[in-house]
Structure formats: structure tokens, C-alpha cells
């Protein structure tokens, strides 16, 4: 903190406004570990001195405080040794979140909304901030696709293990014989790239269209002509806002989206990662899944971790952090981004 402290109090710094930007964000990371360290070191100094307070006065009372801060304090330590896994690059960075659903009609579309929902609701318990860019419903039910901005500290590192295919198994609402169905859908998650990273994108090499919102009913995004979709023509990488009543604004959007999906891409091709092109995603389909939602069973199985919930409701209803906290102990995902500056 002191160094970072001492590099921004240098008034050459602050020539290079990208550089000025990576420290400010470094040096607000650092206060806040050593912050919660801190805190946690004040509060195991407090018991150790109450305890030994306790060997020579019985008091019950005081004994089952004693008790009680010490589990919590436990829960505090297990946190910050969980904290020390976002040590990937772009792990404390924003995160764009896409859904989209697969092949097969309703059941799908239905499918990539009850993720959108169960994704809204994780993020809101996290206590982070979201916003809608993209949504594009479905023919009948649910949606082909939505993109989410998601703003928090360690977005991407709390999200970057749920990039794959999503499996769902169900008696579907939509099938008047009540029969079992099969459906897909995808999440892609990307981390947002800020000025500190150098993306070069030359105009000539996009194509910008206009078109009008569209939504659930107005319920979702405006209804004016003011959508953006660009397409990043060497790679055909697409990207589209509509969140914004300003075509500017929704401009703006995109291009970070763009930024972020052009980094991903030339990640891929220097790890062989994937095959080098971001707009392709793998098939969304039998093989692919990482995860699968049985329904009927009453099961949701984590198929990297092995790990299984009884409860699919709670899930669905945002109980996320078990399977992510385990896939990220165990070391799963976003493999392009791991050797990588993080700006």
C-alpha cells in the first residue's frame, strides 16, 4: 500500500492516465485485504485476551460469548482464505454475463430464462449492481438471449467458473403429455477490460447497425430505435446493446463488450485454449454441459466438481455459491486468463 501510495503521489504518474488508472484500482484492492485482515487479527487478539481472562474467572455468560465470536471469527478467516483464490488476472474486474439459449424451440427459450432469473437473484444477493444490455425474447415463452454488465469487487473471479453449457431435465409446462424434455442453454462470461489494457480496433474494421429495442412487454429495456449492434468484421464477433434510450450510450456499451470479447479472443489463440474465435461457442448440446438441473429428481449435479444439491429451487433461486466456491477451490475454468496481466 505504501509503495502503490508513493507511485500515485508522483506527479509524473499522472502523464499516463492508463497506468494512473491500474494503480488507483491496485491500491483500493490492497486496502481492502489488509483492511479485512486487520480486522480479523483485532478480533483474534480481543478472545485470546478474554480467554485468558476466563482461566481465572468462571463466568458462564462471558464463556458462551467467547464461544459464539469464536465461530464467527472462524467464518471471517475461512472468507479471506477464500479471497485468496482471485489471484488470476481480471479476477477483481466487472464481468459481462450472456445467455443463450440452445436448440429446441420454447423448452430452450424457457430454459434461458429461468438462468437469467437464477443469475439475477445470485448477483443480488452477493450485494452487486447489474445491468440489463441485451435481451432478446423468445417466440412463445422465455428468451434466445440476454447480456448482463455485473459490477462488484471480484465479479469475474466469483464468475468465471460458470462459463459452459447448462443441462436441464424437466416434464415440460409447454408438453399437454406431460412428458420428459431435454434443454440447453449457455453462459459465456467475460471480464470487462478497462483503457489499462491496450485493444486495438481500427473503425474501418466495423460495421455498425441501428435497429428498435425489443422487450418482454416493455418490461426489460425501451422500445425506441436506438439499439446497437456491431460486428468486428476479421473475427465476425457480435456484439449489441439496448439498454439505453441514447444510441450513443448504447454505443459505448457495446464497444466495451467488443473490447472484452476481442481480448478473450486473442487470449485464445496465444493458450490454443479454444480455436481461436470467441463468436463461435461450443455446441450447445449433449457432451458439452457442465452442469446439469434434474428436475424430477430433485437433484443439480456439478459434472467438473462431482458436487451435488438436493434442492434444485434453491438454486434456481440464486443458491449458487456452493458450486461455484467448490469449482474454484478445485481449480475449473477461464484457463486463458490465468497467465495473463490483469492490466
Known amino acids: 500500500m505504501a509503495q502503490l501510495s508513493n507511485q500515485l503521489n508522483s506527479p509524473d504518474v499522472w502523464e499516463d492516465p492508463k497506468r494512473t488508472v491500474v494503480?488507483?484500482?491496485?491500491?483500493?484492492?490492497?486496502?481492502?485485504?489488509?483492511?479485512?485482515?486487520?480486522?480479523?487479527?483485532?478480533?483474534?487478539?480481543?478472545?485470546?485476551?478474554?480467554?485468558?481472562?476466563?482461566?481465572?474467572?468462571?463466568?458462564?455468560?462471558?464463556?458462551?460469548?467467547?464461544?459464539?465470536?469464536?465461530?464467527?471469527?472462524?467464518?471471517?478467516?475461512?472468507?479471506?482464505?477464500?479471497?485468496?483464490?482471485?489471484?488470476?488476472?481480471?479476477?477483481?474486474?466487472?464481468?459481462?454475463?450472456?445467455?443463450?439459449?440452445?436448440?429446441?424451440?420454447?423448452?430452450?427459450?424457457?430454459?434461458?430464462?429461468?438462468?437469467?432469473?437464477?443469475?439475477?437473484?445470485?448477483?443480488?444477493?452477493?450485494?452487486?449492481?447489474?445491468?440489463?444490455?441485451?435481451?432478446?425474447?423468445?417466440?412463445?415463452?422465455?428468451?434466445?438471449?440476454?447480456?448482463?454488465?455485473?459490477?462488484?469487487?471480484y465479479v469475474f473471479g466469483w464468475l468465471r467458473t460458470e462459463t459452459g453449457i447448462h443441462r436441464l431435465v424437466r416434464k415440460s409446462p409447454f408438453d399437454s403429455g406431460n412428458r420428459r424434455h431435454t434443454s440447453f442453454a449457455s453462459i459465456h462470461v467475460t471480464p470487462e477490460i478497462d483503457d489499462s489494457v491496450d485493444v486495438m480496433i481500427s473503425p474501418t474494421d466495423l460495421r455498425i447497425d441501428t435497429y428498435r429495442s425489443s422487450g418482454a412487454g416493455g418490461q426489460h429495456v425501451n422500445t425506441t430505435d436506438s439499439a446497437v449492434r456491431i460486428t468486428h468484421m476479421p473475427t465476425q464477433i457480435v456484439v449489441q446493446c439496448q439498454s439505453e434510450r441514447s444510441q450513443h450510450q448504447n454505443k459505448a456499451r457495446a464497444m466495451l463488450q467488443l473490447r472484452a470479447k476481442l481480448y478473450?479472443?486473442?487470449?485464445?489463440?496465444?493458450?490454443?485454449?479454444?480455436?481461436?474465435?470467441?463468436?463461435?461457442?461450443?455446441?450447445?448440446?449433449?457432451?458439452?454441459?457442465?452442469?446439469?438441473?434434474?428436475?424430477?429428481?430433485?437433484?443439480?449435479?456439478?459434472l467438473r466438481t462431482g458436487h451435488e444439491s438436493g434442492n434444485p429451487q434453491a438454486v434456481l433461486d440464486g443458491g449458487l455459491d456452493?458450486?461455484?466456491?467448490?469449482?474454484?477451490?478445485?481449480?475449473?475454468g477461464s484457463p486463458a486468463y490465468r497467465n495473463t496481466p490483469g492490466g
Open 23 to 153: 494503480l488507483q484500482r491496485e491500491l483500493s484492492i490492497s486496502k481492502s485485504k489488509v483492511e479485512a485482515f486487520s480486522e480479523v487479527d483485532h478480533k483474534c487478539q480481543e478472545l485470546k485476551e478474554l480467554a485468558d481472562f476466563l482461566q481465572e474467572e468462571q463466568d458462564q455468560a462471558l464463556l458462551d460469548n467467547l464461544i459464539a465470536d469464536y465461530y464467527e471469527l472462524s467464518k471471517r478467516v475461512d472468507q479471506l482464505e477464500f479471497r485468496r483464490m482471485f489471484s488470476q488476472a481480471f479476477d477483481a474486474h466487472n464481468a459481462f454475463v450472456e445467455i443463450q439459449a440452445g436448440s429446441g424451440g420454447t423448452e430452450a427459450q424457457d430454459w434461458a430464462e429461468m438462468l437469467y432469473r437464477m443469475y439475477v437473484r445470485w448477483i443480488e444477493s452477493k450485494g452487486f449492481k447489474y445491468e440489463l444490455l441485451d435481451w432478446s425474447p423468445g417466440d412463445v415463452a422465455g428468451i434466445k438471449g440476454a447480456t448482463l454488465r455485473v459490477v462488484g469487487e
Open 264 to 302: 478473450q479472443y486473442e487470449l485464445q489463440k496465444r493458450a490454443e485454449v479454444a480455436k481461436a474465435n470467441a463468436a463461435k461457442k461450443d455446441d450447445i448440446s449433449w457432451g458439452n454441459q457442465i452442469r446439469s438441473y434434474v428436475l424430477d429428481q430433485s437433484r443439480v449435479k456439478d
Open 322 to 332: 456452493e458450486f461455484i466456491e467448490l469449482s474454484l477451490k478445485k481449480g475449473v
